[in-house]
T-cell receptor, first 109, second 113 residues
């Protein structure tokens, strides 16, 4: 079956660094997406990885290991506005997204 | 219009009633999607359309139908609503390139009593 696992909730301190992990099992694999979703709002795109390695985009970086079925999202210099849910999604062999349940990130001052 | 719009924003519906959720995009994207999002679960695909005139079933299609008469519009119909269809519904679209990013509408919060 297809499955995306990520922690339900994480807490971090303003200014710190946090890593949100995601493991995936999809039928075929065509890449891994990360989205951010603030409460009551729509998901918005953060990153897409299809090759192994780290992709850096400002304060946010995303890492992929295809051999391990593993990805993480790294958020640096945390700000209060980063309080949100972070959704991991794998693109399967039919190019459909398989979504994790999301990780709720709570930032404390 | 810029991006994807959905209507209504929220709705309370009696069980057994018929309801159509509207989704319109002005980005000329070929592919469109309907998802539902429930607490503790990931987004689940209901139906999709890769291009105007075609539709396909997703993970949870029962009780829902869609049509794609043109590029811009992708309405979702609940023929006879049931309480288990209480959810937040998101419409999304992408250009049609297989690995392109999906862009989401603001969502419709539906409560079926």
């Amino acid at each position: 079956g297809q499955n995306i696992d990520q922690p339900t909730e994480m807490t971090a301190t303003e200014g710190a660094i946090v890593q949100i992990n995601c493991t995936y099992q999809t039928s075929g694999f065509n890449g891994l997406f990360w989205y951010q979703q603030h409460a009551g709002e729509a998901p918005t795109f953060l990153s897409y990885n299809v090759l192994d390695g780290l992709e850096e985009k400002g304060r946010f970086s995303s890492f992929l290991s295809r051999s391990k079925g593993y990805s993480y999202l790294l958020l640096k210099e945390l700000q209060m506005k980063d309080s949100a849910s972070y959704l991991c999604a794998g693109l399967d062999s039919n190019y459909q997204l398989i979504w994790g349940a999301g990780t709720k990130l709570i930032i404390k001052p | 219009i810029a991006g994807i719009t959905q209507a209504p924003t929220s709705q309370i519906l009696a069980a057994g009633r018929r309801m159509t959720l509207r989704c319109t995009q002005d980005m000329r994207h070929n592919a469109m999607y309907w998802y539902r999002q429930d607490l503790g679960l990931g987004l689940r695909l209901i139906h999709y359309s890769n291009t105007a005139g075609t539709t396909g079933k997703g993970e949870v299609p029962d009780g829902y139908s869609v049509s794609r008469a043109n590029t811009d519009d992708f309405p979702l119909t609940l023929a006879s609503a049931v309480p288990s269809q209480t959810s937040v519904y998101f419409c999304a679209s992408k250009t049609g390139a297989d690995t392109d990013t999906q862009y989401f509408g603001p969502g419709t919060r539906l409560t079926v009593l």
